[in-house]
């Protein structure tokens, strides 16, 4: 079982099963979320219609700090145990990581106009997750900064290590500091400070990111496995 | 008796290295005050606005200066085989970046607490923060190196695309930014733990920078 999450072969047969599914689960929850964000679920009663920004606003921002922490886990495997397979990962997922952080920063700031004032705020949490796409983007240079392909994953995969200090950071910025951006809604599970009518399309928008995600990541995995198969 | 005297013997090489270079070091610091220089002229000469933004302006530069050393640590030795051959003696490649780091430390960031004064007085900067700019220098100069030192380990084979080492000494002195400026500018009963802060940082990445450099070391040895 864990051999799929380390092993090329298995995990292109795993892919090939998985993928239709993913595409099946990611169109049905991308219709019926945005259904549901945009017509069912009810306006904030001091934020009116741009309330339904959160909706893309933080699942983007989830799965930004969930990649980086896989991006985490399997550089330390890679370079632990001389798996290759990480560093496949690594290469594939980084610029979806990227791309989730623009969005969540995109959609934050045209948030925050309308209900802050302002485009953008020096504020702990904003500062930090901007940091994390600088770190996303330096990491997708430094791969290709040397001829040599195998030391620039290793090096990649150092500096990934490095830069996973800053997602404590990010999670914890808003209870260590005063800052603008609130504190997180749905912390505690058993009892969240965010009503069901609008936890129920937050949920199901979740579940479409991390599908999406899922599903381009695997697209890119394998494609990153075939190409090296070849040149080997 | 033996790994002693083989680290006195690499002390002996770093500093020999560095007096023979001793005018590379005075570039970095002629390109501190000459930044000083250009910021003056971008901003005008006003007294008021220096004494605002000026511990800004130092940290700034000091910073950009540090981003000048980064070559200065392992490429040199790298390229012509010093650094294996020293491994092949006996020493850990730990042992030689701690090595590195206090020779580095002491004559390419010891020089900027006579010129940090000098600055101050050309940008009109009351004396007792003078004090707390030469003390937060004090501990943020260690932390500057090791940063240094990591992104030249990292970049030891990159040969074409080298500012991305200065990107990555700026991101990680990020941190240490904050707290040096955040002890200046705070009132006076929240100085003391802003200080253990920073203390904290040094700590962690005294503690970590020759387990990362030696594991990029290695691997640059095996790739190249």
């Known amino acids: 079982m864990i051999k799929i999450f380390i092993n090329p072969g298995k995990f292109i047969n795993f892919a090939n099963f998985v993928i239709k599914p993913l595409i099946f689960i990611s169109i049905i929850s991308f ?25 893309i606003h933080v699942p983007s921002a989830w799965l930004a700090m969930l990649t980086f922490l896989i991006m985490t886990i399997y550089s330390i495997i890679a370079l632990a145990f001389k798996t290759p397979f990480g560093f496949i990962v690594n290469s594939a997922v980084a610029p979806i990581g990227a791309t ?45 900064t040397t001829n040599n392909i195998n030391l620039g994953e290793k090096i990649t995969s150092i500096f990934i290590i490095i830069c ?12 260590w500091w005063n800052t603008l951006h609130q504190p997180a809604s749905i912390s505690k ?3 969240p400070s965010i009503d069901p009518s609008m936890m129920k399309p937050l949920f199901i928008m979740t579940i479409f990111f991390i599908s999406i995600g899922l599903l381009i990541a695997i697209i890119r995995i394998k494609a990153e496995i075939l190409e090296r198969k070849k040149i080997i | ?32 005050l000459l930044g000083i220089f250009i910021f003056v002229f971008s901003i005008g000469p006003n ?6 933004i000026g511990i800004g302006i130092i940290w700034t530069l000091l910073l950009l200066s540090n981003n000048l050393s980064i070559k200065r640590f392992y490429q040199n030795d790298f390229k012509d085989g ?106 006076p009963e929240l100085i003391k733990p802003q200080l253990s802060f920073l203390i904290g940082i040094l700590l962690l990445f005294v503690s970590i920078t020759p387990w990362i450099c030696a594991a990029c070391i290695k691997i640059a040895i095996r790739n190249s």
């Open chain 1, 31 to 55: 219709i019926i979320g945005l259904i549901f964000a945009l017509y069912v679920s009810p306006d904030d009663y001091q934020q009116g219609s741009t309330v339904r920004i959160m909706y």
């Open chain 1, 100 to 144: 989730f952080t623009f969005i969540c920063l995109f959609t934050g700031s045209l948030w925050g106009k309308p209900m802050w004032g302002t485009w953008w705020v020096w504020d702990a949490r904003l500062t930090s997750v901007a940091l994390l796409f600088v770190m996303y983007l330096i990491i997708i240079f430094l791969k290709k």
């Open chain 1, 164 to 175: 996973s200090i800053n997602l404590p950071i990010i999670k914890f910025s808003v209870d």
């Open chain 1, 189 to 191: 599970i058993s009892s």
């Open chain 2, 1 to 32: 008796m033996q790994i002693i005297n083989s680290i006195t013997a690499l002390f002996y090489k770093e500093y020999k290295i560095a007096y023979k270079n001793l005018y590379d070091i005075l570039t970095i610091i002629l390109f501190f």
């Open chain 2, 47 to 52: 007294e008021e606005i220096f004494q605002q």
């Open chain 2, 82 to 187: 010093n650094l294996h051959l020293l491994h092949m003696s006996g020493m850990s490649y730990e042992l030689i970046v701690l090595v590195k780091l206090i020779t580095n430390w002491f004559f390419l960031q010891i020089p900027f607490f006579i010129f940090i004064p000098i600055a101050c007085l050309m940008l009109n900067i009351q004396n007792d923060n003078i004090y707390l700019i030469l003390l937060t220098f004090l501990i943020g100069s260690p932390i500057l190196t090791s940063i240094a030192s990591i992104s030249g380990s990292l970049n030891l084979l990159n040969n074409r695309n080298i500012e991305i080492a200065s990107i990555i000494v700026m991101l990680l002195s990020i941190p240490v930014i904050i707290f040096s400026f955040g002890i200046i500018k705070a009132p």
